[in-house]
């Protein structure tokens, strides 16, 4: 499907080391016909349980918090027959840890609680949760979620410095998004078969956001930038991705007169057709709106491209900034627009500076970030806690 698989990508990789691996997750799109109960499937030898939960960005956030309970509580009840070893809860949303919790303690085994996103310090600070009362629940619940967990993982360092704050005597391991560079590589043939099927020219400079369309997401910066680039013939603007900001931004683009003349839109695509579309992008954005909390994030989009060997462009501050201008794998750009244009056009203007920039991406995709090896650092933490508990 469309979205992050790295829940996906490390446990298939834990199947093929002869463990066994039960996943339960929701049918947010309504794959399978049972409409109320659970559907059990095989995955890449991952014995996979799915709760039909309706789910999309562009749900309301009231709706989404009912998708949240809904999966929380069914699980609860579902999983009473499971005896494993250990637990990996995955968040977000917050709510998962419940869950997670309940089955580590029926079974008395630890719980490995991984942070995807600091919640709920991402919803407050975006004034989602303003009632006080609903934030210090939350506080309290990511609080009881740390307290229960065994060891937990944090999806970058610093989220594991704000976690650190609260909950110094845990084990917290820092494992970031991955990308499986055998998936993703650069390839000149699909590269040629998505540009000519969406009429892309092959001498073109390709600049793709591939991802969710929500508030965070500030996916209306990449048009107003490429609003500024509407007369170079030679770049194009690709946004693939779907979200509760989609119509927002789609209609921007036709009102600046991007839309269908120097960018492009596809709504979501499976993740099999990804390597097609990073293959053919030169340049892969990720970015989100001026909020410090978010430049904590691990963007999965980030790591797609840099294991497709596209050069990286982010609009933040945060441990990705300083990653990608130490390995000289990309460009940062800033709030201001016209600093941004200029410093992107100067790397347009400059093929060995860009072609540097996509070797060198590719370099530190396989280096650091192979999911291989995360997985293997996962493992790690699995074992570690069932050796502590």
Known sequence: MSGSTRSYEVARRLASLGHSVIMLTSDRDGLFANETGWTITNEAEIEV?????????????????????????????????????????SSTPLTIAIPGVRISKRNNVPLV????????????????????????????????????????????????????????????????????????????????????????????????????????????????????????????????????????????????????????WIDSLPKEKMPYVLSATDISLSTVIPVRALEANSANKVFDGMASGCCIAINHKGWLKDLIEKNEAGLCLSQDLNKSYAKLNAYIQNPLKLTLAKEKSRKLAIKEFNYNKLANDVLMVLERSIKDK
């Not at 349980?49 to 009840?77: C, D, E, G, Q, T």
């Not at 107003?224 to 900001?245: H, I």
Request: glycine fraction near 4%; proline fraction near 5%.
């Open 49 to 89: 349980h799915w709760l039909n939960v309706p789910y999309s960005n562009k749900m309301s956030y009231f709706k989404r918090s009912v998708a949240f309970l809904k999966f929380m509580f069914f699980s609860i009840h579902y999983s009473k027959n499971f005896k494993p070893d250990v637990v990996l809860a």
């Open 113 to 264: 609680f991984e942070v995807r996103d600091l919640w709920p310090e991402i919803p407050i600070a975006l004034k989602v949760i303003q009632n006080p009362a609903l934030i210090y629940l939350s506080r309290k619940l990511a609080d009881w979620a740390y307290k229960n967990a065994e060891s937990v993982i944090a999806l970058s360092p610093q989220m594991k410095e704000g976690i650190f704050k609260r909950n110094a005597d845990k084990f917290i391991k820092t494992i970031p998004n991955g990308s499986d560079v055998e998936v993703f590589f650069p390839d000149q043939i699909k590269s040629k078969v998505f540009r000519q099927d969406y009429k892309i020219p092959n001498d073109s400079i390709l600049i793709t956001y591939a991802g969710a369309f929500g508030l965070v997401n500030g996916v209306s910066y990449i048009v107003k930038l490429a609003e500024k680039f509407k007369e170079n013939k030679r770049v194009f603007f690709l946004l693939l991705g779907n979200g509760s900001e989609c119509e927002k931004v789609l209609n921007l683009a036709d009102e600046l007169g991007c839309l269908n003349h120097n960018l492009l």
